[in-house]
């Protein structure tokens, strides 16, 4: 067996093979990773990266963005209420303002905006997690290779393409049941097809996934009002005319719908939920739906000249959120008070969305050489729409003729790169590595607003030209385990603000823009495979981060600014064994303090605060056994135990949202199998002690009161998944 493969033996593997008593040893193939824009041994990357397989992702059943962060140690997920409104980070780096930190890709393509203007960084790409090849999770700043807003890391979905000589057919279908009321139901199929034998090929899948809801809505006396359902698809098509080009030809559509969030009340002071009913009791006035609609059309095409393989990429996405919620235990007191209006209901709807294309040239030497090397132009282009309105009604539901606040806040957003990537093998043991990239990043703003609360503003502008870059050295010290060390840079990009010019100056009464933020990363880590029944990865960091944008408000304007520092210390872990055939065990662990630097008053912050959402301390734990049980049919047993440390919600001298302490929790979840190689059926139960966990909690206050909508962690999910290939 190669020990390579040990630790996608934890983590995911793209091979479904077991080593089972009284059965020949399998052979397991190397963990292969394209996180920097080349194929190569995961043990080889001088940088912290976590493979998750495609065979992993089915097997323990994780079937969203929540599952997926108890295998990737030092990702935290930040769920503002359910599956589609989830945000992520790595390694501690968040304020809980608007940008994205973190980027998203689906193979080559990145997914969302590069501004802070749609709202878009808000919502991950919560992905059906179906037939793909693996997720892949690239920790520290990425500035180099993958430019803006990927200072905090990557992740990437990749997927598995067409087989050119064989047809694949694959059904798996599930069904569960949450807390012991609703259902969840899951339906895949993948079918591949070879068109032209080895020349053209065709791989489509579909599915419908559907979480069963499990809060309540003791007002309106409505059970499991939080169901969402995920629908989506995916074709491709896969051209060989040659052995040396290759063309790839992708659509992919996903929807996210779900009827209201999974949010409910809770008393800061006493920690006990706020309505009669239990912890999943909620009280509102309407429906809260939330639609994320994501469209993605991307062509690549490779070529491999010899000396060095040419990859283009170009991409058109589009995505759409629709959402409402309910603002009228904000809004009701307030604008009596302040307006004398007497209504019983305020709603505010919301429509943001994208429109983005994208297009990536690089040329690649192969791997192996002595003299490696990358160097590529990339460009991006988008147009963005954010459209919001606070609706009135009295209490026969007819809305007010009152324009309260009707807002656009259109953006355009346009991204120009070049970058190179080189290393040079020294020795046979020793590599350093080096990359830059230089960017231009050009935007437009506008808020066109009407109503008594709000007025509008002219167009603005910004532009800025940024450089990143990374340098790295990795050395064997003996077979199979690497140290490296690493420096890299990111950012976030800057842009305008829209803001008014004081009468008697002519001065802008705010800033009229907001620069980039920037993180340098310091890494060292040992990557290790001392015998062929052990791996293990330990990465210790130091980041710095500079001049964080922020929320602020300025002279009566709402604005987005910088503010001052922070920095980010940790180590992580991760490993897997093999003690004897048939048994897996695995191991992952993070310990991140990230803190203030600077004084915050944006944010409420001094210096030595925790930067909020972020334990200081989680770890988790998997088991798994396989053996042959009867009749050629194999079975297998397992588990995962993850522990969440405790967080802060905000920070504690905030007089508008000020810091919730949510406590740590630790969640079990146990999975069963029989398989014969086409037919495999599996039972699992996830939170089998029903942990209330808690995800995320917003304070706020609001007539002098504080309280907080919180979000807990999935209650216990008990369930059977059967599936056939063919």
Known sequence: MRRGRLLGLLLGSTTAACLLPGLAHAQMEEILVTAQKRTEALINVPASVTVVGGDKLESNNVRDLQ???????????????????????????????????????????????????????????????????????????????????AMGGILKYVTKGPNLTKFEAKVDASVGVVDGDDTDRMARVMINAPLVDQKVGLRVT????????????????????????????????????????????????????RTNLSQVQWNVVTRAPLNPGGDFATSQTADQPFTFRFREYSGSLDYDFGFASLT?????????????????????????????????????????????????????????????????????????????????????GVPSPINFATIALPSKYRESAGFANATFHITDKWDISGGVRGARDDQTYTQAASGLLIGAFPQSSSREELTTWQASSKYNVYDRTNVYARVATGYRPGGPNSVALDPATKQPLAPPTFGADKTTNYEIGIKSEPTKWLSFDLTGYWIEWKTIQLAAARNGFSVLANG???????????AAARPFDGLTLGATFAYTNATLTDPAPDLSGVPGDRLPTIPRWAWSGTADYEWAAFAGWNATVGGTLQYV?????????????????????????????????????????????????????GVSVSGGVTNANVVFVRPRTTGLRFSVQF
């Open 312 to 396: 283009a990429i170009v991409s058109r996405e589009t995505n759409k959120v629709d959402s409402t919620q309910d603002g009228t235990k904000t809004y009701q007191a307030l604008l009596k008070a302040a307006l004398g209006v007497d209504l019983a209901q305020y709603l505010l709807p919301f429509h943001q969305g994208l429109g983005k294309n994208t297009a990536e040239v690089r040329l690649t030497s192969p791997t192996g050489d002595r003299f490696e090397w990358l160097v590529g132009v990339y460009y991006s282009k988008e147009v963005n729409f954010n459209f919001q309105q606070l609706l009135g009604y009295n209490a026969a």
């Open 564 to 574: 001052g520092d922070a920095k980010s210390r940790g180590i992580e872990f991760q």
């Open 67 to 149: 599952d997926l962060a108890a295998y990737v140690p030092g990702l935290t997920m930040r769920d503002a209420g359910g599956v589609g409104f989830r945000s992520l980070t790595l390694r501690g780096l968040t304020t809980n303002a608007s940008g994205r930190i973190m980027g998203i890709y689906v193979d080559d393509v990145p997914f969302g905006s590069g501004t802070a203007y749609t709202g878009n960084a808000g919502f991950s790409l919560d992905l059906g997690l179906s037939d793909l090849q693996q997720v892949e999770v690239l920790r520290g700043p990425q500035g180099t290779l993958y430019g803006a807003s």
């Open 206 to 257: 579909a599915y419908h996934q559907h979480f069963g809801g499990y809060v309540d809505d003791v007002s309106r006396h409505l059970k499991n009002i939080d169901d969402a359902d995920l629908y989506g698809g995916r074709a491709q098509i896969l051209l060989a005319p040659s052995d040396n080009l290759k063309i790839k030809l992708q659509a992919f559509s996903q929807d996210t719908r």
């Open 645 to 697: 440390g405790e967080r802060n919600s905000g920070f504690a001298g905030s007089k508008t949202s000020p810091n919730y302490r949510m406590d740590s929790y630790t969640t079990v979840d146990l999975r069963a199998g029989l398989s014969d190689g086409r037919y495999q059926l599996n039972a699992f139960v996830q939170n089998l002690t029903d942990e209330r966990g808690l995800a995320n909690a």
